[in-house]
């Protein structure tokens, strides 16, 4: 069936010939109406540059590119793609059974990411227009995969929101993932996250074994994903340090899983107060939350590594390690070098990191590329 067309503003059409998927709210835009689910988008001399879906619950994007043009039904198209993503899947060799089987714009599927951890699968809907086609999202995962449990989850923009994920098929009773020789626990349908980032997971793996030496501190540690890895490369000491009661014990659970032979501790306190004494580590990993509230005050990631970026320094064993993460796509890798090494003067930049094999990142969708890390040693 012939789709409607609707002008796009200019910008809008240079953006997406340079890779970008998204519509926002502007005077063209504003003029698509709100029943709209499928239309064309056409520059502004009438050509057109693809198919595109509207969304009218977004608090954002108001539509996001499918494709340059559908040769088939919209669900036939979202099998093809889907088949094609879970394919790439297969074919990497990844030390674990949690990873993405598909990551929204990196494989043409704009908004929408489907995690699996262990049999249990979770349909995340960043765009919610999705839902409409929940039913063929979910036979082609069924077709593909052994499917324990099937979930969906609205992934909200905004944090007063966070809903967890609902079961929309089978039982929850598959509540461990293993990844690189341990295991840790997941939990689904209580909290709006499950326990692990799996997009962080990639990472792990490429990360030189010989940094996890000695004493080792996981700031932010959640529950403790590096710290089990750590532990696993052959730190002697494992300091975890977390805001969260709940996390730190999730931690311990994870620790009790597996038979390690470093010594862990947890510490229940920001990690801006662990960054004021003299005790010092061999590595020190620091993976912040984009923004989190700290003594009642909103901390943005990139203020944090201003203000206590120093402190980081001092705490690190000379010939140590420092690995650091920044969880937003607001802060440019370039920027994020610039704001550490400028400060950073003894320290050497062994290497850099970003989102990699599961969780590919597309070119000119700068949203996507949104987890840096950077790994320096002390000089
Ligand atoms: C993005 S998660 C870290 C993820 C973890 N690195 C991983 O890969 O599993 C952020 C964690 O920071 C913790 N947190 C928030 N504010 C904190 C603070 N001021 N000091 C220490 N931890 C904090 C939260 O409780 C949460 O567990």
Same mark, same amino acid.
């Given at each position: 069936?012939?789709?409607?067309?609707?002008?796009?503003?200019?910008?809008?059409?240079?953006?997406?010939?340079?890779?970008?998927?998204?519509?926002?709210?502007?005077?063209?835009?504003?003029?698509?109406?709100?029943?709209t689910?499928?239309?064309?988008?056409?520059?502004?001399?009438?050509?057109?540059v693809?198919?595109?879906?509207?969304?009218?619950?977004?608090?954002?994007?108001?539509?996001?590119?499918?494709t340059?043009?559908?040769?088939?039904?919209?669900?036939?198209?979202?099998?093809q793609?889907?088949?094609?993503?879970?394919?790439?899947?297969?074919?990497?060799?990844?030390?674990?059974?949690?990873?993405?089987?598909?990551?929204?714009?990196?494989?043409?599927?704009?908004g929408?990411?489907?995690?699996?951890?262990?049999?249990n699968?979770?349909i995340?809907?960043?765009?919610?227009?999705?839902?409409?086609?929940?039913?063929?999202?979910?036979?082609?995962i069924?077709?593909n995969?052994e499917?324990?449990?099937?979930?969906?989850?609205?992934?909200?923009?905004?944090?007063s929101?966070?809903?967890? +994920?609902?079961?929309? =098929?089978?039982?929850?009773?598959?509540?461990?993932?293993e990844?690189?020789? @341990? /295991?840790?626990n #997941?939990?689904l349908?209580?909290?709006?996250?499950?326990?692990?980032?799996?997009?962080?997971?990639?990472?792990?793996?490429?990360?030189?074994?010989?940094?996890?030496?000695?004493?080792?501190?996981?700031?932010?540690?959640?529950t403790?994903?590096?710290s089990?890895y750590?532990?696993?490369?052959?730190?002697?000491?494992?300091?975890?340090?977390?805001?969260?009661?709940?996390?730190?014990?999730?931690?311990?659970k994870?620790i009790?899983?597996n038979?390690?032979?470093a010594?862990?501790?947890s510490?229940?306190?920001?990690?801006?107060?662990?960054?004021?004494?003299?005790?010092?580590?061999?590595?020190?990993?620091c993976d +912040?939350?984009?923004a =989190?509230t700290?003594?009642?005050k909103?901390?943005?990631?990139?203020d944090? @590594? /201003?203000?206590? #970026?120093?402190n980081?320094?001092?705490?690190?064993?000379?010939k140590?390690?420092?690995?650091?993460?920044?969880?937003?796509?607001?802060?440019?890798?370039?920027k994020?070098?610039?704001l550490?090494l400028?400060?950073?003067?003894?320290?050497?930049?062994?290497?850099?990191?970003?989102?990699?094999?599961?969780?590919?990142?597309?070119?000119?969708?700068?949203?996507?590329?949104?987890?840096?890390?950077l790994?320096?040693?002390?000089?």
């Amino acid at each position: 069936m012939a789709q409607p067309k609707y002008t796009l503003h200019p910008a809008t059409i240079k953006a997406i010939q340079s890779g970008h998927f998204w519509v926002t709210e502007d005077q063209f835009s504003k003029k698509i109406p709100k029943h709209t689910t499928l239309f064309q988008g056409l520059g502004p001399n009438g050509k057109p540059v693809g198919i595109f879906h509207y969304d009218k619950e977004h608090p954002r994007v108001l539509a996001r590119l499918l494709t340059d043009k559908l040769h088939s039904s919209v669900e036939d198209f979202i099998k093809q793609k889907l088949i094609k993503a879970f394919e790439k899947r297969k074919q990497m060799k990844l030390e674990r059974n949690h990873y993405y089987v598909c990551f929204a714009e990196a494989d043409e599927l704009p908004g929408l990411q489907i995690l699996k951890l262990a049999d249990n699968f979770i349909i995340q809907y960043f765009a919610f227009f999705w839902e409409k086609y929940q039913e063929v999202i979910q036979q082609t995962i069924h077709e593909n995969f052994e499917t324990g449990s099937v979930w969906v989850h609205k992934r909200s923009l905004s944090y007063s929101k966070q809903t967890p +994920p609902q079961l929309i =098929y089978g039982k929850f009773d598959n509540d461990l993932i293993e990844e690189y020789g @341990y /295991k840790m626990n #997941i939990t689904l349908g209580e909290y709006y996250d499950y326990g692990v980032y799996t997009d962080m997971a990639a990472i792990r793996a490429k990360l030189p074994s010989h940094i996890f030496q000695g004493w080792v501190a996981n700031l932010f540690s959640y529950t403790g994903a590096y710290s089990l890895y750590a532990a696993k490369k052959g730190a002697s000491n494992v300091v975890s340090v977390d805001t969260s009661k709940a996390f730190l014990t999730m931690l311990e659970k994870n620790i009790e899983l597996n038979d390690f032979k470093a010594n862990f501790e947890s510490r229940c306190q920001g990690a801006e107060k662990f960054l004021l004494d003299d005790e010092t580590f061999n590595l020190i990993i620091c993976d +912040p939350p984009s923004a =989190y509230t700290y003594k009642k005050k909103r901390v943005r990631a990139q203020d944090f @590594y /201003k203000k206590y #970026i120093l402190n980081l320094a001092d705490k690190v064993e000379k010939k140590g390690y420092l690995l650091l993460f920044l969880n937003t796509h607001q802060v440019k890798p370039a920027k994020f070098n610039q704001l550490v090494l400028e400060k950073l003067k003894g320290f050497k930049l062994i290497n850099q990191y970003s989102l990699a094999d599961d969780c590919p990142t597309s070119k000119g969708f700068t949203e996507g590329n949104y987890l840096k890390g950077l790994l320096l040693q002390k000089v």
